[in-house]
């Protein structure tokens, strides 16, 4: 069966759609009711969220749109400090996709929501006319979590014998919609992930965090910029120590990318104060999604902020944000 | 200046748009921070809410995508209950739009959020391959409001002796968009308005609401089917009682249409407690946008729920939601 653009009236054939395929796999207290809100539960300091994905393919090695779209809002969350707990999904379908297809990404959803501890509140649909190469769907989530009274992170506080670690390996999700979008064959899979158990094993551990954020659109070398600029901060890492596969690796040689400005769906920075850099170290390797976790670099005092890659025979090179196109259907 | 490819990068044209476009329009506090989440206060009951915006023309006599998309979350939120306080946006902006427009319909956000009383908080924008017919630029907002602890709306509460009042004319909306899209020349404006203050003089008369809902997609004809198969019984409607406007009614006689099942973007039907009818119409009258609100119709006990139109010669017609393709493009 496949979307028309009755599917997007608002009337008999929307509510069917989303009785059948959304109400299906979301089915919680909240969403049953079937307002246009949700009422739930709050308190505290709120985060809030939104990201949209309009990733092609939707379905690639490793995920899928669906998954991607609850874990890049999860981890925006988490990044804040916040314990993620109520998710929105807007989706706009375009006409004539397969409604099979539609409900593997909604219970793909359904699925990661479950195991990131967050619930899907409300939702809406659009239909849209057929396009060229527009992968079917493209999905806005949002969300909100709570913030601990104690929690404050941000970049600027970011100090000289910090210590900068990444939670596993680079470039992973990048390289596999890239071989997927090129029709190169191989067994790169995303590794579009929830950081949730990672982050709660860093709050456990007490570990003075200074800053997080998940590298995605823009690689390792966008973040670390926009800390270096936020906190006034020279940032060194070390080529040698970044976590890449071999064939991630080889695959970046081939097309000639670098692996510091290709997006995951699963990685994070975490900037922590020198003294508990092996605790934390530890502390996410013992993590779901964090087994390839490296201490990458350091923080000095600096009049001149800037990130410098360094190499093992004592080169030196600036790195600043990404520039120019990247890939920007990747998320 | 036009939209490339690496506006959706992730990178440093990304950042230029942000700061060139959305920073300039949103500026807040809390957007300030430039983080993927803001982090917010919070209390009490939470309401949330989401919507994508995928209207073309996205400039239309009245209004824009830009303050549609804002008034339609800010007035979900309004009909559960809640006082609207923070928004997100999320843009899927398509290559080769010019910015300057782009900076418009930002620009209209900005104003109608501040009509509207609410902070848009945070945001993400990604940029997608030209198409034929999209309109440039496809907007999702997700909305979150506070509830009073006092307050719980639910069209189950609907009971015999209820009255339903709409706040003012229908189809303004639906009318101002085809006629665009039709290259029809009148003066039919949309109603694209937040319903901010009628709520408020509803709250503040202390009105007995029954339920609340925004007449959008889908027309009143589903709003009441709804309000109906929820409650378990029968709405009547008075035909000479529904409120349009002359100009709207002969565009709807010449196409065809029925202006039952007509979307708006500024109108709301509520249900109170019939010994607070005549109250509520007046604190509905006053209110900015809510001069032409009319009493249409009342709620009767039955076996077998339904919406009945009663016409002024006696005639009865049943009232199902909306069916078939409508006009999905409106919002």
């Known amino acids: 069966m496949k979307i028309t653009?009755?599917?997007?009236?608002?009337?008999?054939?929307?509510?069917e759609l989303i009785d059948n395929i959304f109400a299906k796999h979301f089915k919680n207290e909240f969403l049953d009711k079937m307002e246009d809100s949700a009422v739930v539960?709050?308190?505290?300091?709120?985060?809030?969220?939104?990201?949209?994905?309009v990733v092609t393919p939707v379905f690639f090695p490793g995920g899928d749109i669906g998954r991607l779209s609850v874990c890049g809002t999860v981890n925006d969350l988490l990044m804040s400090g916040a314990e993620p707990k109520y998710l929105t999904c807007g989706c706009i379908i375009e006409e004539g996709m397969d409604i099979d297809e539609l409900d593997k990404i909604i219970e793909s959803m359904a699925q990661t929501a479950k195991e990131a501890g967050v619930v899907i509140v409300t939702g809406?649909?659009?239909?849209?006319?057929?396009?060229?190469?527009?992968?079917?769907?493209?999905?806005?989530?949002?969300?909100?979590?709570?913030?601990?009274?104690?929690?404050?992170?941000?970049p600027k506080g970011i100090t000289e014998n910090d210590v900068i670690?990444?939670?596993g390996n680079l470039g992973d999700h990048h390289a596999a919609i890239l071989s997927g979008r090129m029709n190169i064959k191989n067994n790169i899979e995303s590794d579009n992930a929830p950081l949730v158990e990672i982050v709660n094993n860093l709050m456990a551990e007490k570990i003075k965090i200074k800053a997080m954020r998940d590298v995605t659109r823009g690689g390792l070398g966008t973040v670390l910029s926009e800390f270096s600029k936020a906190s006034g901060t020279q940032m060194n890492i070390y080529k040698e120590k970044l976590p890449v596969s071999a064939e991630v690796r080889d695959f970046c040689k081939m097309l000639g990318l670098d692996p510091i400005y290709m997006g995951n769906e699963g990685k994070m920075i975490v900037v922590?104060?020198?003294?508990?850099?092996?605790?934390?170290?530890?502390?996410?390797?013992r993590s779901k999604y964090g087994e390839n976790a490296a201490i990458i670099g350091d923080v000095e005092k600096t009049d001149d902020p800037k990130v410098v890659m360094h190499t093992e025979i004592g080169g030196e090179r600036v790195i600043g944000p990404l520039f120019g196109e990247g890939l920007p259907r990747i998320c």
Chains 1, 2 share one sequence.
């Open 5 to 15: 653009m009755a599917h997007g009236s608002g009337g008999a054939s929307t509510s």
């Open 165 to 167: 670690i990444v939670s």
């Open 272 to 285: 922590v104060d020198g003294s508990d850099a092996d605790k934390a170290l530890l502390a996410i390797r």
């Open 124 to 154: 809406d649909t659009k239909v849209v006319e057929k396009h060229g190469d527009f992968g079917g769907i493209m999905i806005n989530t949002s969300g909100v979590g709570f913030v601990p009274e104690d929690i404050s992170l941000s």
């Open 41 to 53: 539960p709050g308190n505290g300091k709120l985060a809030m969220t939104t990201d949209s994905f």
